[in-house]
């Protein structure tokens, strides 16, 4: 029993991502209502956990008994928070998200994996690159990169200049994008949900510009929507990722190819967050929460639910930004790069073109709100 439980260094890891995590609230809250003087803290505890997990990472020499305690919060922490965000929503909200995120994610997946082709064999790029690169911005980030990487047979050095550049861009816009949805969707945060889902890399940076854009604009309907939207987008590496794995092969590829079993590739918080929506279905549905629970013990049991949700991401976001360290990005070249930025300019230009256009008509369809 004792050997199951987790090493001392373990906990190092995710202790330190807490502390951070307390510290950017703390520091958020000082920095909004103390010195700038509001009545609420217009500054994100999100941003702050990123900055201060950033400035640590690249100030101090990381020691490694922190790293296995780090990477389980930025994988299994960020996963169950997700999972839990479910609560948010009832099966029948989550089902008319999916419908209206489903044909948006579908165009700027095509757009991205068609268009970052082209680019990448402009620059000269091999197509092994090149197709990481552009799985890893239209669909799933970094997940989509190691689940394609063996199916084109991609060398290491490509893995990592693909991941480099997934994270890099996927962090800028993660600050970014919240305001510029803000700013093109000013009242229909729902818009500006769906802009960050279709268009930020990875499932952790968009639940961190959802609950960025949550505590800004005091719209928990955009990370609603941002999460499912992200969600359907990870659902789609089962069907897209044989598909570049046919596109980007070239000459390194094998007969019949590597073999990856599909349910694999979808994560299993997908199917926590549906048995979440259908928590809160149930629970709604009747006077007595599973013949149990009184309504105000049952709002409450969904408010500690939702409340260790954006808890736990907020720890996640301190984790990934105690493990973005930037000095090695020298060694990517600028063509990575440059391919890195055209595809996340890319994918960003058309959801949001998409959005503005089509969005508000099919929302008025599914009758949403």
Request: overall charge positive.
């Amino acid at each position: 029993m004792l050997n199951a439980l987790p090493r001392p260094h373990w906990w190092a890891g995710v202790a330190l991502a807490v502390a951070v995590s307390v510290a950017a609230g703390f520091s958020a809250e000082w920095l909004g209502e103390s010195l700038l003087g509001f009545d609420r803290s217009p500054i994100s505890p999100i941003v702050m956990a990123m900055v201060i997990g950033m400035v640590l990472a690249n100030a101090v020499s990381m020691p490694t008994r922190f790293v296995e305690g780090l990477r389980f919060c930025t994988t299994t922490i960020l996963r169950i928070g997700i999972m839990l965000l479910g609560i948010r929503l009832s099966l029948f909200g989550a089902g008319l998200f999916t419908l209206v995120a489903l044909p948006f994610v579908v165009v700027a997946i095509v757009v991205g994996l068609s268009v970052v082709g082209l680019l990448g064999r402009s620059l000269g790029l091999s197509r092994q690159l090149t197709g990481l690169i552009a799985v890893g911005t239209s669909i799933c980030g970094c997940t989509a990169i190691v689940a394609t990487a063996p199916l084109i047979k991609a060398n290491e050095a490509e893995v990592s200049y693909s991941i480099a550049c997934i994270t890099l861009f996927g962090l800028v816009v993660m600050f970014v994008y919240p305001f510029v949805g803000y700013a093109m969707f000013p009242d229909q945060p729902a818009l500006a949900g769906l802009f960050l889902g279709t268009s930020i890399h990875e499932t952790a940076q968009v639940a961190g510009a959802g609950l960025m854009y949550q505590t800004q604009y005091d719209a928990p309907i955009a990370l609603d929507v941002a999460t499912v939207t992200k969600l359907v987008r990870n659902l789609c590496m089962v069907a897209i990722i044989p598909l570049v794995s046919i596109l980007y092969a070239g000459d390194r590829g094998r007969p019949g190819g590597e073999k990856v079993p599909w349910l694999s590739m979808v994560p299993w918080f997908i199917a926590g967050f549906a048995f979440m929506s259908a928590l809160r279905t149930v629970g709604d549905f009747s006077p007595r929460a599973f013949g149990v629970l009184e309504p105000e013990q049952w709002r409450l049991a969904v408010e500690i639910t939702q409340a260790a949700a954006e808890r736990f991401l907020l720890i996640a976001m301190a984790a990934i930004g105690l493990t973005s360290i930037f000095s090695g990005l020298r060694r990517i070249g600028l063509r990575p790069f440059l391919l890195g930025l055209l595809a996340a300019l890319l994918v960003g230009g058309v959801s949001l073109l998409l959005i503005s256009l089509f969005a508000q008509r099919l929302i008025a369809l599914t009758g949403l709100y």
